[in-house]
């Protein structure tokens, strides 16, 4: 596939950004960041984008997606990224549903997918325990009792978990933490007896929580796929949603960098606009090649899903280390070159820093993905 | 016994009488820093207690001349008494901008009048002092501030607005640069000017950061009259006098945040962090990638630390390092953005959260730490307008 | 058979039939370059009966019109003649400057008369042409060149110095920037001509450089005669051909130092450094600094081979990148001196030898090359004309 | 001691400076690095430089020394750094001349060290084996014969072996390679059957030999005090040479920056001087600040091996890593800044980005010292 946009995908970027334009500002951030309680996000909007049918882009159409693939769907992250929007599409739509549609037995494919493509049934992925992502690092246990498991431990950073009906959780059926065996996603209700759900809002007016399990009892058949198949699903999700919370990313760094590059045109001092001061120039400048690398880089990482290349997790970890990087450039430089203005909570560039920075610690930093690219390729 | 070893004597006497208990030693009470003013308020009696035994020893200031409210001692004098605190465990309660920005250029350029009139109420800390700088349109071009003031028979009449106002909604007078002349080039238009907050037409307005509730505020001045006698130096020379203060509040920002106690206590704690968030049992750190960045980190500090000290020590030795000082605020100011991100990516997710019922306050302090932190490479002289003074002051770069 | 596939068809049958086997396949001898001129020799028989071969037939420059040498394929012909001789493991023999950067604008700006006289000689490997642009007063402000030709009759003296004209020693004509006007703007005065080089009044001096002896020299104009006919365009206006011609130097640069097979062997040979000097036997890089930097730069790679992929797909789907020419200019620059500075600090101590005993060949030259590696952000335009084009042209940053 | 120059150092440093510029000249690299043989230093220099005394700066007086500190060492080494002095000072003096110091027993020091110190007797030492600085990595054996020690193995990188009367040979007695114990340092004449020496110029234009020992034959008593010591020895040696080595590039790098700083104010383009583009501004403005940190480093890791304080070692770390990247940056910076010129032959500043390539790799370079300072840290 060529790194360009087809026309259909342009076409689908052009009504994606109509469609922030008109139901989406950043001010809402400031709104949701007070809510103490509640959905994370606006249940409306939600509506709106799954009857566009963005939430089935990457489901196949037997279970009511539209069988496209991640080049489309990077297309309709790149510009909610670039509005900064709020909406369970990382967690519902491709961490959990992709747990789901890639660890899923038939049965449950069909009974949980078609409610994730139309919206109406909201998943999230519980797997994180340790401060930094770090997939193998899991302790909570799954006990057999009887024909039941009983499953406990503390999960942290469950995206969108307040919205969830459904849980997807590791848990371990064998080995210790840090092992790569021995991992089980299990399906959990959100609602079950001895299941704590802790609200957190994020610097970026996500809402995440953190979850307690003491002793909650599941069937045997809300395990996902088979036992111990866990480690399996997760690397092809996490590698998958790197791609896509990069393509995410983007957006915010096109964004974040024009709005700046703007302010440089716009903002006078010392009797001359900003924009002519060299030092300031070349640092767009720069800051320029790095926005276009990590265009180029997604684009091709997202391509390389739908062709299954072989070198797909390393484009992954390349992908998510430099949107990692260059977003977090975005921050620095935006905040830094509006000055004054942008350390203010009124102006909107704060609010690409935060984003960028709770973005760059999910799925893995650029210093967690460059240890995994040197170990996926064997130095 | 020498002259000095009898003050030593005589102070360490006076601060065993008169320290007490709750400003002294581990059980001490004081508070960071008390800034006085008409509104300070006191958690606890001792502390007020130690602060009115100071001022009327002259001890809150004690390297200025007693009719200002010092204490004459000379720089071994202080020295010395400064080692006699430390002692026993206590310090001046006592910390002010009047203190360590306005006064010294009130000292060199104000009239006795006004000395007399200002210095006392400082060093008893009577009055609080903020600074009115900073306009919003004017950013790193200082000078080219457009706060108005005509000059009306014996009153300026002021009309404009100040950003950056640290503390004004909790201060009492403000110190301010103002327009008094539009037709001459930019630098020679501005006057230095003394106004005292509770005048008719002057109002604040607190300013939310990136990281919540902060210190600064916007200051409106609406036809504010202020007398021609509050006026320090002659009528447009400000300028000469905005500079001085500023080299004075470079100073006091590189020791405040210099390589002191605080400095060194938040270094165990970034290496303890990364220990405790990511460490093994044997105490190393997985994360190859994350140790080297704490080791260049760790390695920056004490490269920063001998540049500090050897600032210091070429001081003691009458050489100066001068408009170096930009160096410091231009180094310093970016380390701690550094460090301080650093730490939060050690310690992950919880460095994560705006607010929420899983988090410990400390944490979410820590964050919005970190956040106010984005505001050290830009509020007091952006690190562009510190390379621009290191091109031109130092290295002699030409325009 | 469709016409493309009848012409596929064919050419696969003359090449089976006319490239000699040293021009193909693991056997070809087939030097990098081959860059023609009066003073080129070959190496082997069938480099010169492959060339000569090709020249008769036009496929040297397949795209030009025939009456210039060429053969005038259309783009997909010229596609499917690559896939062909690339099936069989050849490539044109021939290279020039005189191709690459001289033609293009010839054909858009030259007379007619003038086409038929140079472009000929350049399709046939005859003439190698080099570039005097560069002067050492001058450096990266092109334009404000000194090399002077004033009209006298029907031709120009010339008296001036260029620098940087790679292998002007070797080459026989050069195409060169002179002042005709003093008087006006820098841009507006500056002309196009063509010069033998075996004038009299032209010489040529190599240039030595921190890597030893260069391709660069020093050319000098000393009251050197060049009649009217030589000058390309009107005349003061060469400055519009200059520019253009540096966009065809560009790309080619680009090119030739792309994502290419020349690059990705030398990728697979950065990791087979490290692992041949420092690995442990399971293939681990113990210094964990060097192993991220080789990640980083390794991750850097797959940027930039995307954003060229990119840069490719866009430019076929008619969406050229323009001035972002630039972006590829310096991120490969610097990328190429860090991937060659990490392999010299990867293989150690033998990277540290200019000369000696006991040090192979091969690792001398790879030394040198990274010192000459340091021109590659000043040479071509310096990284910093780089930023500045990206900040005016593509960002539109004011002036 | 205070960060500062005493009146005795900055005389000394004066001495030094006058000296250097009155006798020396960069003009004499160009022709050292085209002798293929002989001595890779001017013979007469080095006399000079011992009659004045600072070939026995750190000895103490009983062995011939004058018994000063390395603060008075780092003045001289920086101003030979500054001119890129060539002479076997880092070698002789540093190295070896410690490694005899610290090591040796008493008999040993009288019989070595006077020569040291008065320049009449060049020692070098002989440790390394790895591409890279790597202490422990020594291959090369002693196997005992009789009372004798057989020594096999190859060294690379002996600065200035050429013209060294007497190598200190760094040996197994025990252990295998890559291990702490079993170290042993041995006195060897550069003449001995069995010892060959290869000469190589380097980049900056100085000299070190590779050796290979064939079965060499030394007596017992020509271990460097006792067997097994020596990776304490070699340990205080590397400390001390990557402070020295610091100090002498930290002459370069003040040097470096000062041309470069000049030739911003004196180059025209574009009808100005490029020094009062904001973009170079700024660049030489960090730069200063690295200049200044490095100096700092230097000074205080000079001061603590004098006062013999605890954290000396890491200090060496931090200030030879310190040293390493901001010469590298002064060979980067000091080029790009002179455009064409600086990549010529004829300009000098390329020699400087020589002298830091070689100077960043000697002794270990600042990420051998990242990892270095973390072992030492405990992390």
């Not at chain 1, 072989?310 to 430099?322: D, F, G, H, N």
Request: aromatic share 8%; charged share 25%.
């Amino acid at each position: 596939m060529a790194l360009v946009l087809t026309e259909e995908q342009e076409l689908l970027r052009d009504s994606a950004r109509g469609f922030v334009a008109d139901q989406w500002n950043i001010d809402r951030l400031r709104k949701l960041r007070s809510m103490s309680s509640g959905r994370g996000h606006d249940e409306d909007l939600w509506k709106q984008m799954a009857e566009l049918g963005w939430t089935g882009i990457p489901f196949a159409e037997e279970y009511g997606g539209l069988g496209l693939g991640y080049a489309e769907l990077g297309v309709v992250l790149e510009e909610l990224g670039r509005g900064l929007v709020v909406a369970p599409f990382l967690s519902s739509i491709v961490l959990a549903g992709s747990a789901v549609a890639l660890g899923g037995n038939d049965a449950q494919r069909k009974s949980l997918l078609p409610g994730v493509c139309d919206g109406t049934r909201l998943l999230a992925l519980a797997y994180q325990e340790s401060p930094r992502h770090d997939p193998y690092a899991i302790a909570t246990a799954a006990r057999l009792d009887g024909d039941d498991y009983l499953l406990s431990g503390r999960k942290v950073l469950v995206l969108d978990g307040e919205s969830a009906d459904l849980l997807v959780v590791a848990a371990r059926t064998g080995g210790s933490t840090g092992d790569r065996d021995g991992l089980t996603l299990f399906l959990v209700a959100s609602d079950v007896p001895g299941l704590t759900l802790k609200r957190n809002v994020l610097l970026d007016s996500r809402c995440a929580v953190n979850i307690e399990l003491d002793n909650v009892r599941v069937e045997s058949n809300s395990v996902l796929g088979a036992p111990g198949t866990g480690a399996d699903v997760l690397d092809e999700v996490f590698a998958r949603a790197a791609v896509a919370l990069s393509a995410e990313m983007l957006g915010g760094i096109q964004e974040s960098f024009d709005r700046t590059v703007e302010y440089l045109k716009e903002r006078d001092q010392f009797g001359v606009k900003i924009g002519t001061f060299q030092g300031l120039k070349h640092r767009a400048a720069r800051w320029f090649c790095e926005v276009e690398l990590t265009r180029s880089i997604v684009m091709d990482a997202l391509r390389a899903i739908d062709e299954q290349r072989e070198q797909q997790a390393m484009l992954a970890s390349a992908c998510k280390a430099r949107a990692s990087d260059t977003y977090r450039l975005c921050g620095k430089e935006g905040i830094q070159m509006h000055g004054g203005m942008g350390v203010t909570d009124e102006a909107d560039i704060g609010f690409f820093m935060k984003r960028a920075r709770v973005s760059e610690l999910l799925l893995g930093d650029s210093t967690y993905h460059r240890n995994r690219f040197a170990e996926l390729g064997g130095y | 016994m020498s002259d000095i070893e009898t003050f030593r004597s005589e102070a360490r006497d006076w601060l065993e009488a008169n320290c007490p208990a709750g400003a002294r030693g581990p059980d001490s009470v004081l508070p960071d820093v008390v800034w006085g003013g008409r509104r300070q308020t006191f958690a606890h009696d001792d502390v007020k207690i130690w602060l009115e035994r100071l001022i009327e020893r002259g001890w809150t200031v004690p390297r200025w001349p007693t009719q200002y409210g010092g204490a004459g001692l000379t720089e071994e004098q202080d020295k010395v008494l400064r080692e006699e605190m430390r002692a026993i465990g206590t310090r001046s309660p006592l910390f002010s901008f009047g203190m360590a920005m306005l006064a010294p250029v009130l000292m060199e350029y104000a009239t006795e009048e006004q000395k007399l009139e200002h210095l006392p109420k400082i060093a008893r800390g009577e009055i609080r002092w903020c600074q009115g700088y900073s306009e919003p349109g004017a950013g790193s071009d200082l000078a080219g501030l457009q706060c108005r003031a005509v000059r009306e028979g014996d009153h300026y009449t002021i009309n404009g607005q100040k950003i950056w106002t640290s503390d004004a909604d909790v201060s009492d007078w403000i110190f301010a640069l103002v327009r008094t002349d539009t037709e001459v080039p930019k630098h020679d238009g501005i006057s230095f000017v003394l106004v005292d907050m509770e005048t008719e037409g002057v109002s604040v307005s607190p300013i939310e950061l990136i990281s919540g509730a902060s210190p600064f505020c916007e200051t409106f001045f609406d036809n504010v009259r202020v007398p021609i006698g509050n006026r320090v130096g002659e009528e447009n020379k400000g300028w000469t006098i905005a500079k001085r203060l500023l080299q004075y509040e470079r100073s006091m920002l590189a020791e405040s945040t210099g390589v002191g106690s605080g400095a060194s206590t938040r270094r165990q704690s970034l290496l303890e962090v990364a220990r405790e968030s990511l460490a093994t049992p044997e105490g190393q750190l997985p994360d190859a990638g994350l140790r080297d960045e704490l080791v260049q980190y760790e390695m920056d500090r004490l490269c920063y630390g001998a540049t500090y000290q050897r600032s210091t020590d070429a001081a003691k030795a009458g050489q100066g390092m001068g408009p170096e000082s930009s160096m410091f605020k231009l180094y310093l100011s970016e380390m701690n953005q550094r460090g301080s991100d650093l730490r939060q990516r050690l310690v992950g997710h919880v460095s994560l959260v705006w607010d929420g019922e899983d988090v410990p306050a400390e944490e979410r302090e820590m964050t919005r730490g970190w956040l106010y932190g984005k505001a050290g490479t830009i509020l007091g002289g952006t690190s562009e307008i510190q390379m621009n003074i290191i091109a031109k002051r130092v290295l002699g770069l030409p325009d």
